[in-house]
Every structure is written in structure tokens, then in C-alpha cells.
């Protein structure tokens, strides 16, 4: 059971490196399945079955669903830097990362309960998560540089590519995860899968926020 798992960290079998088909089935279920335990466990502050099922389906579904918004991006980026035949091969090394990102997220999800369990604190709690996620993120980029490794030796075009990809992944990662708040949820509101500003900009409200700290009119 654990086979598919062991074999993508070591990059080996259907998920070594340079490999001609994409393990897509693999991928996808660890994708899934490894949010979904995250997201269970994150969402469980202050004891609330409800708000911790919503986050279940929201880590993985924020993780996809950013994925799938920036891949017409990265594919004319590719394409205009002349990298369209190792399309493929870069997609690969982005499912990978993703899905060793959910892993790490998983294999720290009994930390994160642990340290719910210490604490009652709701800020701390979110600070927590942040932590867990940067730690998961570091995994997912380890395994994303052993996939471009090649690619970039072949034609460092791809250095550039990869660039540009973790830029519009990241801008599209935050909107994203503004939009599908609440993923802990403050013990003083009721568990909800979308906010009731769930449609607004979070680099709108940064920016008013500054403005307003600046004592500066926000229009």
C-alpha cells in the first residue's frame, strides 16, 4: 500500500525521474488523500467534526484546483521559451512536488493535533498551520528541483521556467486560499465552507489594510 509512496519520495519505479508516462491515478490519490488528512486534523480546532470535514475537502480542492489555474500559463511560458516538447516532463515534476507536498503535510498532521490539544490560543493555532505548511512546501520543492535537475542541464531555459511557474503559483495559491476560508475556523463563528466575502480580493484587502495603518484614504 505504501509502495507508491516510497517509490515517489525515491523517485523511483512509475515515478522515477525522466519517466515516459505520467502515474496520474498514483498522483491524484496521494494528492487527495494526503490533503484530506491535513485537512481533517487542521480544521478540528476547539473540537468541531463539521469545520473539519469542510477543510478536508478544501486542502486538496486548493492545491488542484491553483494547479489547474496556472497550467495554460505555464504551458505558453514554456511554449515561448521554446520548452513544448518537455512540457510533459516539467508537469510531471509538478504533480510529484504536489503531491510530496500533501505527504509532508500528512505525516505532520499528528504534530499539529498534538499541539491543538496544548493549546487555546486561535492565532497561534493558525501560526501553527502556516509553519506546518512552509515545512510541507520545503518537501514539495525538494522533489520539484530533483525533477528539473535534467531538464535544466539539458536547456537552462528551464531555470527560467520553473521561475515563472512558482511566481504564478504562488500569486494564484494565495487569491485561492482567500477565497475558500475558513480552513481553521475561530471557535467564535460557525463552521462554514465559504465565508460570506468568500468572492473578494485578498490583495485588495491587503492593500486597503495597509492604507488604513498608513492613515492613508483607501478607494
Known sequence: MLQPVDALLRCEGRHRIGGMDIPWGQLLVMIGAGGFVYGIVMGSYAGRPLQALYSGIKVPLFLGVSTMICLPSFYVICAL?????????AFRGILAAQATLTLCLASLAPI???????????????????????????????????????????????????????????????????????????????????????????YVVVTQTILEVLGLPAR
Open 81 to 89: 521559451l521554446g520548452l513544448r516538447s518537455d512540457f510533459s516532463a
Open 112 to 202: 499539529t493535533e498534538v499541539i491543538y490539544l496544548s493549546i487555546d490560543h486561535y492565532q497561534l493555532a493558525t501560526l501553527i498551520n502556516g509553519l506546518q505548511f512552509a515545512l510541507a512546501t520545503i518537501g514539495g520543492q525538494w522533489t520539484l528541483a530533483r525533477h528539473y535537475y535534467p531538464l535544466i542541464q539539458a536547456n537552462p531555459r528551464h531555470r527560467l521556467a520553473k521561475s515563472t511557474w512558482l511566481v504564478v503559483y504562488i500569486f494564484v495559491a494565495i487569491q485561492m486560499a482567500w477565497v475558500l476560508r475558513p480552513f481553521i475556523g475561530a471557535p467564535s463563528l460557525t463552521p462554514s465552507f465559504f465565508r460570506e466575502d468568500a468572492l473578494s480580493n485578498a
